[in-house]
């Protein structure tokens, strides 16, 4: 009995690792994303900021669900009195000095809107309402799940004056900064629709393929996402001058740009754009376009800046992951500086550290958001912050720094605000935080240290492994916060559900201290409520030195290191003790300065500065 007792218990476990086999083969399949083919036929008047659409959009429901409706993203529309946009920026404690009351004050030729004029299905007109800044479309057939439709939308808009990303005559004179400029099919995924209104930031968009024509004024310079299909009939420093140009006869020409795989499009417009292009050494053309009438000090820093965009993109290509487009434009407009499709919006009046500075935050955007398209609205810091931890290390790199932590500005926010009681936590979407000071503290700084403080945790060469091997398998689809997770748990073997749980969904803080020195024993002690593993510095009374780590039991690892690896601590514990071999002269708690420690006060045991 006792040996088939035994067998039995072999079956069933050859059985449950089979079951669990194909439980794994099912979910790795099961991924599926949305995707979309747009053809667009833009007719600008540059004189009344109007301009008249048609749309073909191609909608392919690679979802497991039958869709009844659809829905659009019409965000010009938030900027009318009244709007959402509007209401929120009235009441937030801290508005953004951006927008203001501006919204508020804008006259009815000022103001921005897309007029939604018909909408077929597969060529029946649907009913539609538009609800702020969401068209709610009923279709007359269900979109089944493996199919395609058509939809065929007239529209018209107007560009509202520059205040947010997207407008006309901003402040530095670029007169059109087309960004969420057109209707723009909402994203469907294994969460849902995502249809929140446009309120101040964040976007998420669907893959595809976009065919933009633009009718434009002759005098017009026009730049962003996509590559032109019809040089020899524009000019304007785009064409090959070994052609003869063929510029068609009035008063407008026709821009034509595609764009393979992308999931958003912007363009900017005007008259006095200066073009130049720039080839990297592997081929990938860098446009940039600026006006000509900035000071000189302005026009030098625009020259300046393109062989460093060249060292940025090889620097984010080799850290992250190959730049896939043939050309990337960096384009004076917007109100500040934001990410686009193969493209960036940026003022262009600034000293030079800042406009490279800008520059290498919105270009790292390439990878962080855009090509690893994270939803930014639920997800702020996984766009934001890891922009900003790749970026401080490219320009601390070409620039040459030299700055022993080139995050210290974000952990010096971090604890600012957690300081003064007005952190919120990470989870929070990117609208509703309660102040702009917790949302871009949370976004930018926190969310730069959870990459930063994993290189205290599972060390700062498999945090790098983590990246390339996140981009290989991330690249062009919509990564959650899992999925960076597991990327960082794979290459080094140490589980970081703790980890997600404590830095993203919670506000619970780091707080360690060196609690006593009994002779040659150390005890520390847990005060904030995150658990974290420990690394330990000693000094001894006869000058000799040795380092600890302590991970914790719930890693179950531990990291590469040199120092010495002491028992796990287990996180209900709130102090741990050891002992040491000599006398003690000082005792410090991570010497790296990467753990986000809100109290650095009691970090630190004995004569200062010995370490």
Known sequence: MRKLYFLGLS??????????????????????????????????????????????????????????????????????????????????????KKIGDRISKLKPDEIGYIIVNSLKQNGVKVCYETVGTILEVAL???????????????????????????????????????????????????????????????????????????????KYTVGGTGYLQNPQEIGHGYQDHSKELNLPKGDK?????????VHDFTWAADPEYIHDILKTENGIDLHFLYKNNLEEKYLKNWKDLQPKTAELMTYFSENIGQYPYKQYSVIQGGDGGME???????????KFESLFGVTSHELAHTWFQFLLASNESLHPWMDEGFTCYISNRAVNEILKEEKENPHADSYNSYRKIVNYGYEESLATHADRYHTNWAYGTASYSKG????????????????????KKYFTDFSFKHPTPNAIKRTMEKVSGIHLGWYLNEWTQTTHAIDYAVKSVDGQKITLERIGKMPMPIDVSVVFVDGSKEDFNIALEMMRGSKLTTATVLKDWGWANT????????????????????????????????EKNKL
């Open 11 to 96: 079956l069933i476990i050859l059985t449950s690792c089979k079951v669990i086999e194909n439980t794994v083969s099912v979910a790795k399949d099961a991924y599926w994303q949305q995707h979309v083919d747009y053809t667009m036929d833009i007719d600008v008047d540059v004189k009344n900021y109007q301009y008249k659409g048609k749309q073909t959009l191609i909608y392919t429901n690679n979802s497991p669900d039958d869709l009844d409706k659809v829905f659009y993203h019409l965000y010009f529309n938030a900027f009318q009195p009244g709007s959402q946009m509007d209401v929120r920026s009235l009441n937030i404690k801290d508005p953004s």
């Open 140 to 218: 007359n057939q269900p979109i089944k799940s493996g199919e395609s439709v058509t939809l065929e939308m007239d529209f018209d808009a107007q560009i509202p004056v520059q205040i947010r990303r997207s407008g006309r005559n901003n402040k530095e004179g670029v007169a059109l900064s087309m960004a969420q400029w057109y209707p723009k099919l909402a994203e469907y995924d294994f969460q849902g629709w995502h249809t929140p209104p446009y309120i101040a930031r964040e976007f998420h968009g669907v893959w595809g393929n976009f065919d933009v024509t633009i009718h434009i004024d002759k």
């Open 253 to 261: 020409l026709s821009w034509h740009f595609k764009a393979p795989n």
């Open 340 to 350: 686009y499709a193969m493209a960036t919006l940026i003022t262009g009046q600034r």
């Open 448 to 467: 730069n240290i959870f990459l930063s403080q994993l290189e205290y945790i599972i060390g700062a060469e498999n945090v790098a492994k983590g990246l």
């Open 575 to 606: 102090t741990y003790s050891f002992e040491v071999s000599k006398p003690i002269k000082s005792v410090t708690i991570d010497k790296s300065g990467l753990m986000a420690d809100i109290n650095l006060d009691n970090n630190f045991f004995g």
